[in-house]
């Protein structure tokens, strides 16, 4: 299980330092292969590759002629590379996804519970102070108990 925010940096050669913390648990439960990809090309998902065909199967038992599925495969696809850690830690993420959603420099890399998310630290903050959690948003959360 991914929890928690863990700022870092995206070197020059763009590859990403995993936070320890993360590190450990991939070294624990994965044998530090990644499908890296996106849904909107604004925040990268680092998937280990485990889980990831996990997600395969799910996608395998959607009609190929469903709309909503090619759309979410053009994207998958688009912005998606297979990586492995290296000895430091590191995994280069795909240069198109790097440019769009702007992975420079400074990041900030959250647990999804399977799976990381790597967005650009400030693009993050101004998007979650630009939506921030609602009255109604939190009803809605408290039906399904939390």
Known sequence: ????????????????????????????????????????GRVAE?????????????????????????????????????AEMDAQGRVLLPQILREKANLMAEVVVFGMQTYLEVANREVFVANMDANPLTAEDEQKLAGFGL
């Open 1 to 40: 299980m991914f929890r928690g925010n863990h700022p870092t940096r995206v070197d020059e050669k763009g590859r990403l330092k995993l936070p320890a913390e993360f590190k450990r648990r991939i070294d624990e439960l994965y044998n530090g292969r990644f499908y890296i990809t996106s849904k909107d």
């Open 46 to 82: 680092i998937h280990p590759l485990q889980e990831w065909e996990k997600v395969e199967q799910k996608l395998a038992e959607i009609p190929n002629f469903d709309p909503a599925k090619r759309k979410l495969m053009d994207r998958y696809n688009f912005f998606g590379s297979e």
